[in-house]
């Protein structure tokens, strides 16, 4: 019988330098995708903001041709979806699909203007991602306007 011997080490286990490889490759993975995500995210929020803005806009624009009228700014977009006691021809389950006022992408509420600076007699507004009037236009943080809506 031949006696065999050999003269290698068997490791059971990584290094700890190959461990720290392993996690910093992952991490950069997990932040590319990450910030790939996020940007994403934003880009759905704009688009689900500027299509409520259209929705909304056509609404009003419906409930003019209905009643004869817009709404006034204290009544705001509440009319839509609750009959004013001075309007005639109100179309019967309101103007929109919903029994609630959509909100922006960001989750806060629109807001209705008359006569806007842009000479139209209304508009519809979202004030984007940071909810104030405002904001850098081409960022999210940009006020978004039913007039301008795509």
Known sequence: MKKVTKNR?????FT???LMAVLIILGLLATAVVLNFAGRVD???VKTTKANLKILHGAV???KMDTGRYPSEEEGLNVLIEAPTDVKNYATGGY??????PKDGWGNDFVYIRFPESGK??????YGADG???????TIDADLYSTDAN
Do not use: C, H, W, Y
Request: aromatic share 10%; proline share 3%; glycine share 12%.
């Open 61 to 63: 624009l419906q409930f």
């Open 43 to 45: 880009d759905a929020r």
């Open 16 to 18: 700890m330098v190959e």
């Open 96 to 101: 929109i699909e919903s029994t609630e006022i």
């Open 132 to 138: 104030e009037d405002g904001g850098e236009e081409g």
């Open 9 to 13: 080490k068997f490791r059971a286990g």
């Open 121 to 126: 007699p209304f508009a519809v507004k979202s």
